[in-house]
């Protein structure tokens, strides 16, 4: 018999069936103390039994997680970043053009972002689109949706707390203005989620990992293919990629980390302007 469950009887014939047969009580004291300390025990026990369970299970989750990383995502990362490179030749083709032609700098910027946008992360939809019967919206509990809109919100109010004495450079109306903040809050929101925690969540289940290692997998990628340049960038992406994972751990689809990415990048732009 196992000590939890052993404990458990002992406390239970203790309260049930010795304590009802004696009216001391000070042998009633003495029981309920040594049922006390019995629970306590027990409790230590199973507490060092899970800890010590986890400290064994870091180096084999490691490995898996490795695995995971750089080969079951290698194909999928790999044509993300040949996309990419695509998307800024393209961009920086159409920058030279535009700027031959005298158009104003701050248009030529937004026009190489709207277009290395369109053309690095289109294919990501498209994949998405292929691979869209497997990824279904998971059964959650309301409890766990109420976790997931959580995390949402504190995610957008350390955002707003972070921008707190910055100037509010606020949305210029002009059409390449508006080409740029649709990029950044709706196409780019939206094409990330879906193929992180879409497609790349979707693909690692089939593979038959769990939602944990999914979890922490998705939101490394996420980081890395950011490219940051110092420790705070990192560590900002790495908070932010987290986040959204975590949104879709609990929240069971991709809704709310689309919803909550966009307007995060939302509230980021207000302050440092298109």
């Not at 159409?94 to 700027?99: D, E, P, Q, R, V």
């Not at 508006?178 to 593979?207: D, H, K, N």
């Not at 990192?234 to 990629?241: E, I, K, Q, V, W």
């Not at 994972?245 to 298109?274: D, E, K, T």
Request: proline share 4%; charged share 15%; hydrophobic share 50%.
């Amino acid at each position: 018999m196992r000590r939890g469950n052993f404990a458990n009887s002992e406390i239970q014939f203790l309260r049930e069936i010795a304590l009802p047969l004696v009216a001391d009580q000070g042998y009633t004291r003495r029981v309920n103390f040594h049922c006390h300390r019995i629970e306590m025990q027990a409790a230590t026990e199973a507490t060092t039994t899970k800890l010590f369970r986890f400290l064994k299970s870091i180096p084999r989750n490691t490995l898996t997680l490795l695995r995971m990383i750089f080969i079951d995502c290698a194909v999928p990362i790999v044509f993300l970043f040949i996309f990419n490179v695509f998307g800024q030749l393209v961009a920086a083709l159409c920058g030279t053009i535009l700027t031959a032609w005298s158009i104003d700098p701050v248009v030529v910027r937004r026009a190489k972002h709207a277009i290395n946008t369109l053309f690095a992360q289109s294919p990501l939809l498209v994949v998405y689109l292929q691979r869209r019967q497997p990824i279904r919206q998971s059964f959650r509990s309301p409890r766990s949706i109420i976790a997931a809109v959580t995390i949402g919100t504190l995610l957008l109010a350390i955002n707003v707390l972070a921008q707190v004495g910055k100037s509010d450079v606020g949305l210029e109306f002009s059409l390449s203005a508006g080409l740029m903040v649709l990029s950044i809050c709706l196409f780019t929101p939206i094409a990330e989620e879906m193929f992180f925690r879409g497609y790349l969540w979707a693909r690692l289940q089939a593979r038959g990992y769990g939602d944990g290692l999914i979890t922490i997998c998705t939101a490394l990628l996420f980081a890395a293919v950011h490219w940051p340049n110092n420790l705070a960038a990192l560590t900002n992406y790495l908070f932010m990629a987290f986040s959204f994972s975590l949104i879709r751990y609990f929240g069971g689809g991709i809704g709310l980390p689309i919803f909550f990415h966009a307007a995060m990048n939302f509230i980021v732009i207000r302050h440092i302007g298109v």
